[in-house]
């Protein structure tokens, strides 16, 4: 099994890549900026005899994402699981929206990950199922009071990852995870108020932790999720329900 992990070097994605690894799968950890974490937790992984390399991009670049495809197919041959997770969320009003950060946004969420998925279809598909998951967000169906740049992006993936879903059945399944508040770097310039605030918007009582975001990918991404394509899995404590 070999699984590539984007924005493995920080919060949801490595705790995928650590989940993915401790079920057997080889891993490319891929970072953009944090490259020392990422090896460290390919270390990890390898200290626990688990295989894993890093390979660095960024994925508002097209020169990077070919690059990026290129290593991996160049050292394997088959893939069987593709998780696009890297992405940011700068907040900003969209009366203030400059078109630049706009653009940037949809570049680094679903431009480059749509542009490594296809340049992995032959590698995905000779995995015989490929099994892809593209991370969400809970604000692609709620909204944003100050990200509707990242929200937008977001629901973007959500077409992205329907049709796939039906235009490359039966030898690829494509998932859609969507998390809720989850403690990560995202939420580090929270307030206690703001986060206290956030936790009791939640039904469960609490913000979300990367692992279990993790769990939830590693469950679409295995064979007993065999029967599932096209859909989304909602990780959000309660905050929306469909
Ligand atoms: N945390 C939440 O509450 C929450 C909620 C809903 C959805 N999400 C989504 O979950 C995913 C993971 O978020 P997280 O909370 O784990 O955030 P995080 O801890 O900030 O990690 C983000 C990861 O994405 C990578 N990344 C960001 N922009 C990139 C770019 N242009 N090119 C390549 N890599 C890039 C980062 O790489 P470097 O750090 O190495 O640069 C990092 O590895 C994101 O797509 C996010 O939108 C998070």
Not at 3 to 20: D, E, F, N
Not at 91 to 106: G, K, S, V
Not at 213 to 237: M, W
Request: charged content about 25%.
């Amino acid at each position: 099994m070999r699984a590539l992990v984007t924005g493995a070097s920080l919060g949801i994605g490595r705790a995928t890549a650590l989940r993915l690894a401790q079920d057997g799968a080889e891993v490319v950890v891929h970072y953009r900026h944090h490259r020392r974490e990422a090896e460290a937790l390919c270390e990890e992984i390898r200290g626990k005899g688990g295989s894993a390399f890093a390979l660095g991009a960024d994925l508002s670049d097209r020169g990077d994402v070919e690059r990026l495809a290129a290593a991996v197919s160049d050292r394997w041959p088959t893939l069987d699981s593709l998780v696009l997770n890297a992405g940011s969320y700068p907040r900003a009003r969209f009366r203030d929206l400059d078109p630049e950060t706009f653009e940037q946004c949809f570049r680094e969420n679903v431009f480059g990950s749509a542009e490594l998925t296809r340049r992995l279809l032959p590698q995905l598909e000779g995995a015989r199922p490929g099994r892809v998951v593209f991370v969400s967000s809970v604000l692609a169906f709620d909204g944003s009071r100050h990200g509707a740049h990242y929200a937008a992006a977001k629901a973007a993936l959500g077409g992205l990852a329907r049709s796939l879903a039906r235009e490359l059945a039966p030898g690829v399944r494509v998932n859609l995870v969507a998390p809720g508040a989850i403690d990560t770097a995202i939420l580090a310039d929270d307030t206690p108020e703001v986060r206290a605030g956030r936790e009791r918007a939640i039904p469960l009582g609490r913000i979300g932790r990367p692992e279990e975001v993790a769990d939830a990918i590693a469950f679409a991404l295995s064979d007993r999720a065999s029967y599932l394509t096209g859909a989304t899995l909602h990780v959000n404590g309660g905050l929306r329900f469909d």
